[in-house]
């Protein structure tokens, strides 16, 4: 089953997440697929994504985007299921301090405020080594304007890693991957990835 994190400002309606649910609905695997509006907590968010995932009845594959992959490494490591990192934030305590403050939600447009309360709670969550990095899945675009995608690969080091020259933060490349998370979903037993 598909667990779709979203990033900083985003929702279950971002492109990337529409694309990838679209294409199980049209394969009737719909049923495979979840993905929640996260809380503006970082502990929340987590208590909410572990929720679904006690529910869930396969053996969960986690995809996050930008802060959506921090989150996915964090639960990743703790509950050993593997995650595919779409632009991912590497330090997301470091990178969203500058934007401390008030906000609204790219899609649904609901105003919400990002605390330094936030950020202790996203360093809680700060997984300084990887001690599985067979089970993720790096995917970056060098134009990321949001995030440095070189410092995701330093990071990830020993990770399967897509990097793909040019695009931006959205990850343009994705729909021509979504074959492949499907694949990698449905054969969930299957440790390898596509191409090992």
Known sequence: MIFYLHGFRSSPESLKARQLKAALNEQSLGHRWWSEALPPSPKAAIEQVENALRRSESRPLLVGSSLGGYYATYLSERHGTRAI??????????????????????Y?????????????????????????????????????????AWEAVTRYKGCKQTIIEGGDHSFQHFADFIDDIIQLDLHSEDLSWPGN
Do not use: Y
Request: hydrophobic content about 40%; cysteine-free.
């Open 85 to 106: 990192l779409v632009n991912p934030a590497t330090k997301a305590f470091d990178a969203l301090s500058p934007w401390v403050g008030s906000h609204r939600n790219l």
């Open 108 to 148: 649904t447009g609901v105003d919400f405020d990002l605390t330094q309360q936030h950020l202790e709670e996203l360093r809680d969550l700060w997984v300084p080594h990887l001690h599985h990095p067979e089970r993720f899945w790096l995917m970056v675009e060098t134009g990321d304007e949001v995030i440095d």
